[in-house]
């Protein structure tokens, strides 16, 4: 019994907690973004860190 309340704490600790860093992916295309020959679009600075 007390491995199932264990178990129980856990998933409900899993699943009420949340991300406050999550930022939405931008997929848009912007001047200056960089076309790879792969079909890839990076921004300049993912390009320059490479």
Known sequence: M????LIIMMALSMVLTSCDEHEPIDLDI?????LCS?????????????
């Not at 912007?30 to 960089?34: A, E, K």
């Open 30 to 34: 912007h001047p200056g973004y960089i």
């Open 38 to 50: 792969d079909g890839q679009i990076v921004s300049p600075s993912v390009f320059n860190s490479d």
């Open 2 to 5: 007390k491995n199932l309340s």
